[in-house]
DNA sequence: ATGGCAAGTTTAACTTGA
């Protein structure tokens, strides 16, 4: 079973890419933040001629998310129960027997900013409610763009981006208690080569130099990490025409 | 120290992203 995460800023730009990268990547659930479109355009039957099924949050302008799944999805639920918010951030559905939540974490602008402060209280929000879903689903994953990277490993120059937005003490604290959660951070399970990065700046040539940030994650359960063989980024989408500045990331799991 | 690119909306200059 594979499971990705993909911020394909802008679906309607990205539709076609999206359905190419199914074609060759036919992975079983497929988590997509940043839609920028309403509900009523969301391209639905592209997606069902492509074999899947589709739960979609869509909000315009800005934000977004959809999970994309070859078994229907169940138990689903929009955004973090208990914290109201305006912003279409969030879907969880069970999928094949796996919770399974797809997120779009605020970016937080800069730090000090009333958009940090949502960022925090966001982040709070997820944590209480993950807390609470990881014991009624012990095989859970939690996956997308997070907007922060774990330590200067993920930072292309950790000097000079040193306690900016995405790299601050705060938002790395609060990964650390997602992870303190019982959950482990896929991609450092395996061995990748040093600068492995999920985001590229559109600017200053940024994929070409690989000037990026590790943003985009897959946190996994205890049980879900005892199944986990693999976990890639694929660069492959960043270098089309017209990319997503994020690139997707799979997760492989076995029975 | 700043902007540099992209997308959407307010369609021309802005906001936001990261």
Redesign the pocket.
Known sequence: MQLATW?V??????LPQVLAWLATNPVDVLAL??L???DDKFPVQAFTDAGYHAQWFGQ????GVALLSKTPAENVIRNIPGFDDE?SRVLCATIDGVRVIGA???????PGSD?FAYKMRWLDAMREWVRAELQQHPQLVLMG?Y?ITFDDADVWDPVGLRET??CTTEERNQLQSLIGLGLHDAHRLFEHPPKTFS??????LGFQKNR??R?DHILISDALKARTTACEIDRAPRKNP?????APVVLTIGA
């Open positions: 911020n800023n802008s679906l309607n730009v990205r933040q940043e920028k479109l309403t315009k302008t800005y934000n912003q779009y974490f605020p970016n937080g602008q800069e958009k763009d907007n937005i995405h985001w590229w700046d559109y600017r200053m990026g940030l943003i017209q990319p997503s500045d994020h």
